[in-house]
């Protein structure tokens, strides 16, 4: 004999459908990774900042024009290019612990979320913009020091002071990290915005 239950809906429907998908970046931990981000754009702008403005050498070299040589110094505020590099850094700096102040308040008020995370997105776009600009800036001058450029007679600098370029190198080279941190914080905040429109 055949079984005259009836199955019930409600198993029907749980069995059926799989539970739903957790969301990759649940807004408390988005807050988390962007605390964390702006910790370490703050420590990668102090890098650059501290060793470009170390980058310090003195070598005794040839005047120009004459047979005499004297000492020359060859420090980053002999440069536009690294005084800009050094200011755009340390404005990123002071940015990233205004930021990261912000965002320890958007984990303690969430309610304030979407208008925090809006302004987060133009402050690091500008921001963004301001240290790739001085990177780009303070890399070219950097490179005709280290290669010189014949068509207009700069010779190169590099292979007199070593150390100083080194220090050049590494400064530029955490400004470009900094560069690519701004890039995935403010990728962060469009996502988390994107999260909450509703569907």
């Known amino acids: 004999m055949a079984s005259t239950d009836k199955p019930d809906p409600e ?23 962007d605390v964390a981000l702006r910790v370490l754009l703050f420590a990668a702008a102090v890098t650059a900042v501290v060793v470009m ?17 004297a ?12 005084i800009y590099f050094v200011t755009a850094l340390s404005v990123a700096g002071l940015y990233s612990i205004l930021t990261t102040l912000a965002s320890v308040s958007i984990i303690l008020k969430p309610a304030y979320a979407t208008k925090f995370l809006l302004h987060f997105v133009f ?20 490179y005709v020091g280290l290669k010189g450029n014949s068509h ?22 955490v400004a470009l990290f900094a560069s690519v941190l701004l890039v995935l914080l403010t990728m962060l905040s469009v996502f988390s915005i994107y999260r909450k429109i509703p569907k």
């Open 53 to 69: 403005v170390t980058a310090k050498q003195t070598k005794v070299v040839p005047l120009p024009g004459s047979s005499v040589t």
């Open 11 to 33: 198993a029907i429907k749980s069995e059926a459908l799989p539970p739903p998908a957790a969301p990759p970046c649940r807004s408390f931990n988005c807050s988390y990774v």
């Open 152 to 173: 207009v007679r700069w010779g190169k600098v590099c292979n007199v002071y070593d150390k100083f370029c080194r220090h050049l190198g590494s400064s530029i080279a």
């Open 123 to 142: 402050s690091d776009v500008l921001m963004l913009g301001i240290v790739a600009s001085a990177t780009g800036t303070a890399g070219g001058v950097a």
């Open 71 to 82: 000492p020359v110094e060859a420090k980053f505020s002999d440069s536009p290019a690294f």
